[in-house]
């Protein structure tokens, strides 16, 4: 892949993980700031780390095998890789102004 086949592949990641909720939460995965890093190699394969507001989460499994679908079934890339870690600690900080705005914390 090009550079900038690469950059249009993460926008079209940030485009699905914007379809990815948790059932508890009104607000997508990615606005929640629960996405840490995109990477897109050479050969088409993403990966991408990923967090959960509380280690915790009783949605863990369903919501990374749903980030993982809907990322591979992109037509642009062979496969998806989704990691989950808890490194830096998620706050709300993390937040977009929209899902602050819609869960009220401003």
Not at 27 to 33: F, R, T
Not at 52 to 74: G, H, M, S, W, Y
């Amino acid at each position: 892949m090009t550079q900038e086949e690469k950059i249009q592949a993460q926008e079209r990641i940030v485009e699905v993980l914007k379809t990815v909720f948790d059932p508890e939460i009104p607000v997508n995965i990615y606005d929640l700031g629960l996405i840490y890093r995109i990477e897109v190699d050479d050969e088409g394969n993403a990966e991408i780390d990923m967090t959960f507001t509380a280690p915790t989460c009783p949605a863990a499994d369903f919501i990374l095998e749903d980030v993982r679908q809907k990322v591979e079934n992109l037509s642009c890339l062979n496969s998806a890789k989704v990691n989950m870690v808890f490194e830096p600690e998620w706050d709300r900080s993390m937040m977009s102004e929209d899902a602050r705005l819609e869960l009220g914390f401003e």
